[in-house]
């Protein structure tokens, strides 16, 4: 429910003020039109000259009392008059005082409509400050948005030249990679058709090696039968004639058949060797490695090892690993003690050409 508002100062003089105003305009014109219609008197003057002139023959007692009833009526004329011009003056000062009243009413009316319009001033004032400052925002949001806007366009321009950079060093590389794999094809196939070339002189020269090689197995073989059969025929020999002649002759017979059997038996060692040795690639004419070798009266090989080297290590290698490869030799059974006593640990000097029988 909506609160009656209080009047104020000014609305609750106003209205009392309005009607004493009205009352003493009432006053002032009722003793106006009073005055208006009294009806004109005659003139005194002939009356108060022969009333002063009987009073002239009247006794000094007379005249006396004459005199202060006239004193009475001056004095009661003169407080009517008084009273009258009190009353006007007080019809006057209340007037006056109305009249202040309503100005006082005026000026509070105009202070509080002066208050209100500097209120509806200070308020529009707000609201243009207000506005003001909500444009100021808005142009700010404005130029904000108009700098985002720029700053995603240039982010966009940046971003396209970039990707047609991309694009362009992507269509160069591509070209280059191109280019790469035509030079590329074009070495490969060069590569191949030199590696063809060099596989076909490598399978011309492995069939050229195989039947070297198969020649030179045949004659190496023939040679090893040949000194097996010879080695065999030679020991043989010497038993035959060591059984069949003086102890003198034997003896002599038995010291030079045990130079000829060591001798032969040297040529069965590198025999041996030669059928399980594996010539290495860089196996060249004229190297020689000299071999320490121990062996059981049995024929068992027992130990190789570099004695010298020739300088090429896979040659040394190649060397020990055919003397190892021999194994056992039987023909060194029945040897006497005396003949095989050089061999239980002895030196003897390869070459490729030893081992390539």
């Known amino acids: 429910m909506q609160q009656q508002r209080e009047p104020s100062a000014s609305e609750s003089f ?106 509806a001033k200070k308020a529009d004032e707000a609201k243009k400050a207000d506005e003001a400052k909500k444009a100021e925002k808005a142009a700010e949001a404005k130029k904000a948005e108009e700098k985002q806007l720029a700053d995603i366009a240039k982010k966009k321009s940046e971003e396209e030249a970039k990707k047609a950079a991309e694009e362009e060093a992507k269509k160069k590389a591509a070209e280059e990679a191109k280019k790469k794999i035509v030079e590329d094809a074009k070495k490969k196939a060069a590569e191949d058709a030199k590696k063809k070339a060099a596989a076909d002189e490598a399978k011309k020269k492995i069939a050229d090696d195989a039947k070297k090689k198969a020649a030179a197995d045949a004659s190496k073989k023939k040679a090893q039968e040949a000194a097996r059969k010879s080695a065999e025929d030679k020991k043989a020999q010497a038993l035959a004639d060591l059984l069949s002649d003086t102890p003198q002759r034997q003896q002599a017979l038995a010291d030079e058949r045990g130079d000829e059997v060591a001798g032969s038996f040297d040529d069965l060692i590198r025999a041996r060797a030669a059928e399980g040795w594996t010539r290495p690639p860089s196996a060249r004419k004229g190297m020689t490695v000299v071999l320490q070798i121990g062996m059981l009266p049995d024929g068992t090989v027992t130990s190789v090892s570099v004695a010298k080297s020739s300088g090429d290590g896979s040659f040394d290698s190649s060397a020990v690993a055919a003397v190892k490869n021999i194994g056992r030799l039987t023909e060194m059974q029945g040897m006497k003690p005396s003949d095989f006593a050089p061999y239980r640990s002895f030196k003897m000097t390869f070459t490729p050409e030893d081992l390539a029988l």
């Open 14 to 119: 106003f209205w009392p003020s309005v009607w004493a105003i009205a009352l003493h305009v009432l006053v002032f014109g009722m003793l106006f039109v009073s005055f208006a219609m009294t009806p004109e008197l005659p003139p005194a003057k002939p009356i108060v000259q022969a009333t002063l002139y009987q009073l002239k023959s009247k006794s000094q007692a007379t005249t006396q009392t004459n005199q202060k009833i006239a004193g009475e009526a001056q004095k009661s004329a003169a407080r009517q008059t008084e009273v009258e011009q009190m009353e006007q003056k007080k019809v006057e000062q209340e007037a006056v005082k109305a009249a202040a009243e309503q100005k006082k009413d005026e000026a509070a009316q105009k202070a509080e409509e002066s208050k209100k319009a500097d209120e």
